[in-house]
């Protein structure tokens, strides 16, 4: 469930992963990224409801990777100080991954677990901690793109309720204050059905989601278009949610651009959504910030690959080889055609055009076929021959820097 409102608390960059995956632009197994994000936001209450506009300091570590064939993970540990007395400030500690793998050339599973506990200081303290799971099934037909996905989430939320009464004492009336903790279960289930269409650096989508909690039922449908240009990323997205309490028209807008180094310049805003989950109205707000890439982990791949440009779509393969007189790429992209890769030093590269879909490849190495042990996707083809797989699809994410 995308673009979850968050009362009180707001990030640079809600959900991890996906904040992850726009900065680094490259895709390696087994390689682990550790980022900082430094920025600021300013929310607004919900319509109708209570709270008071505040203006936050943003911060916060991350670290997201990729494993095995199809498997990545994320964590981050961020929090936001209230530079206003009336403001509440707030941390939050995330974790999560989950598993894409295709399937076929058209189809492609996937299971996204994630889990987060924040807590919100005063002038009303809460703090909540819950897991969601979200299976989904991706279709892929040239470039449209259907999504379908289920959601399910548990949790708990605490808030402090402040009771306020006046005693006669021998001083005279007196104003006392009494906080006492309210306990709730959280949960929350339902499903999404979304069609993306990719027109050159253009992407519209439309999506349908119904959602089921101890407040209601909730109901939503979302139109969103996306322009990626080389730089980064613009999006613009609306949606009506018919709630528990009535109708909510939302619009969001933001912008994610890449400087050329480790970093990404991150600004949005708008109103957002409820969320049926956290059971937290409707609200507005904007931000922005910058992540900046500390640190790449872990061994360097003996595989790595970029997918590069929207309109005309490209693929760059870089393999390390010691001791090669010759490498040539071969794969369905190829047409399963020999092509020659260039040599830099012990590392060999070519750049080839790809289309969205899964895609089975591998090298011949002075004519002999290999496939590096690290390769995603590892799968044999009908004769038992070991191949690597990967799976071009558009980015299903926004970077998100308000609640």
């Keep these: ?19 992850f995956a726009l900065s680094s632009g490259r ?34 570590l991350r670290l997201g990777g990729f494993f095995g064939a199809g498997g990545y993970f994320h964590a981050a540990g961020t929090g936001g100080l209230a530079l206003t007395d009336e403001g509440a400030s707030w941390a939050s500690l995330l974790a999560g991954g989950g598993w894409l793998q295709p399937v076929s050339r ?51 939320s605490e808030v402090t309720v402040i009771e306020t009464f006046v005693r006669d004492t021998r001083f005279g009336p007196r104003v006392f204050q009494v906080g006492f903790p309210v306990a709730s279960d959280l949960w929350a289930w339902g499903g999404i059905a979304e069609l993306g269409q990719r027109l050159g650096a253009f992407s519209p989508r439309l999506s349908v989601e119904a959602y089921e909690s101890p407040q209601g039922p909730y109901r939503v449908g979302r139109l969103g278009l996306e322009f990626r ?15 528990p309490d009535g109708e909510e028209l939302v619009l969001i807008a933001g912008v ?4 050329g180094g480790r970093s990404t310049i991150l600004v949005s805003g708008g109103r957002y959504g409820p969320d049926p989950l956290l059971d937290s109205p409707a609200a507005g707000g904007f931000g922005g910030g910058v992540n900046l890439e500390l640190a790449r982990l872990g061994p360097v791949p003996d595989l790595s690959w970029e997918v590069r440009g929207d309109d005309e779509r490209t693929l760059a393969l870089a393999v390390k ?53 690290d390769a995603p996707g590892l799968t044999e083809d009908e004769w038992g021959q070991l191949q690597a797989t990967i799976f071009v699809s558009h980015p299903d994410a926004y970077p998100v820097v308000t609640p």
């Design 1 to 19: 469930m995308r673009n979850r409102g968050r009362l009180d608390r707001i990030s640079v960059g809600t959900t991890a992963v996906l904040l």
């Design 321 to 373: 080889v010691e001791g090669a007189r010759s490498v040539e790429c071969v794969g369905e992209f190829t047409d399963w055609e020999a092509i020659p890769m260039l040599r830099d030093g012990d590392v060999w590269r070519v750049t080839l055009p790809i289309e969205p879909g899964a895609h089975h490849f591998g090298f011949l190495v002075d004519g002999a076929w290999y496939v590096p042990p």
């Design 27 to 60: 895709v390696a197994a087994q390689e682990t990224v550790l980022s900082l994000d430094l920025g600021a936001s300013y929310s607004l209450p919900p319509a109708g409801g209570v709270g008071i506009a505040s203006t936050y300091a943003n911060g916060g």
């Design 106 to 156: 058209t189809v492609s599973l996937g299971l996204a677990v994630t889990g987060e506990a924040f807590t919100v200081g005063e002038p009303v303290p809460y703090s909540a901690a819950y897991a969601v799971v979200e299976p989904e099934v991706g279709l892929t037909f040239g470039g449209t793109v259907i999504r379908l996905a289920g959601y399910g989430g548990l949790g708990s």
């Design 256 to 259: 994610s651009v890449r400087t």
């Design 229 to 243: 240009p080389a730089a980064g990323t613009f999006y613009l997205e609306g949606g009506l949610w018919n709630t």
